[in-house]
């Protein structure tokens, strides 16, 4: 067997692909903790209605600045009227509105509204030689296919000449953007979901599922593939909104929009909803290609409701992630009105004395921490062994929190014997919580193993490890 590569890119553990061996040691899934001062933006003018949700948030690699676009509902009630609006703040916090003066808003431009459909989702792409192309969206262009525009700055948009481009759509649209390893641009889709669609008799589960194009040119898409689909373990009524899929060190994970509705099937015309009816909360996925997935943490949500009679007890909509140094950013849309039209309709005003609407969240991962691999409660021993490698760069590093215990090392030749000059007595153990830590030995090098295969053994005494590297 060929030997893994350890370089620069972080090695995790949503599954075992670099794992050979482990003795009491549990790999469990985090969840991000949600900001103490949510929600982090309520509706407030007039064209925001009672609910808006993020789309999409960037941060300006020049100045460092936060740029936020999120969808605005005016009014949910016939005749329904929306907008793509923008925002900006120097933490990603508090927001502020720009007055861009690009839309008329009941007789004035003073407002923060985007030239554009409302319902576009687009990706920043640097690496476009065009300037006026940098930022590329696709959108509803009608109730079954989407079109494509292309921006120069994200607040105007000009749509392509010969739209539609993708036909037989859903009303649910995500991008990946341009994908390196695939040398295209990756969208997920929901296919077509008209009341003829055979895809009703196929999967009874839930019609709602999620496919995959590909484009080198972000006009001329590929056929749809199915990748993620309800199936016989998901409780009945389990349907897929949306799924956001953000690459990271090397693999993908995504957040899975899951839309429960009742067991009739029924959908928006529910008479009388409850319990988890008509609710949306957010799975965790994880893949290797981007194409065949696994729901981390047994299907359990990975982002849930808030309490009820909360804010967010409804609706946990979370939006593309933001990967940052120190952290991993989810901003979310929080409501609490269910996804049923009555109720939906409802936002904005008060029953029963509370607001009803929605309003925007933030959560946050460490960075690498999807995954964890801890002891199991009261082990007196604990440790996990890679499968073999090679060591191209001049240290080892790791991402560890041992601020209450400690996490040490060794180098194993091919055969699980330690090296000389790196038996685990002569480690510098961790004691620290660090994102990026070096690990040492005393009198040893790396350097001198010259790529020579080996494998990593780590000890964690009441240590959690996130993430190793070599750089």
Known sequence: MTALV??????????????GEMFAIERSVLSPERH????????????EGGFIDPVKVLRDTDSGQFRLWYRAWTSIRPPVERHL???????????????????EFHG??????????????????PREPDSSRRFKAVGRFDTESLCAA????????????????????????TLLGWDERQSAYVGYFRPYEGLDDPIRDEYPMGFRRIGRCTSTDFIH??????????DAHDPVGTQFYEMYVTPYEGVYFSTVLVLHIDRGLRDYDQPNPEGMEQTIDVQLAFSRDGIHWTRLGDRHPWLA???????????VYAQPLLVLDDEIRVYYQGANVRHEIQELRLSGERVEGRWRGSRVGLARLRRDGWVVARPEPHAAEAWMTTKTLTISGERLWVNAD???????AEILDEGSRPLPGFERSRCVALTDDALAAPLAWRDADIRSLGGRPVRLRFYLNGASLYSFWSS
């Open 36 to 47: 103490p001062g949510n929600p982090i933006m309520s509706p407030e003018m007039p064209w």
């Open 402 to 408: 041992a601020s209450t215990g400690s996490l040490e």
């Open 108 to 125: 004035s431009r003073a407002n923060n509204l985007v030239q554009s459909r409302p319902d576009m989702y687009f990706i920043h792409d």
């Open 150 to 173: 292309f921006s120069p700055d994200g607040l105007r948009w000009t749509e392509y000449e010969a739209n539609p481009v993708i036909d037989k759509i859903g009303d649910a649209h």
């Open 6 to 19: 350890l370089d620069a890119q972080r090695q995790l553990f949503a599954d075992t692909h670099v794992i």
């Open 221 to 230: 898409w590929s056929p749809m593939e199915m990748v993620l689909v309800p």
């Open 305 to 315: 409701l808030g309490p009820s009679q909360s804010w967010e007890d409804r609706h």
């Open 85 to 103: 609006c923008y925002a900006t703040s120097a933490d990603g916090i508090s927001w502020e509105r720009p007055e861009l003066g690009l839309v």
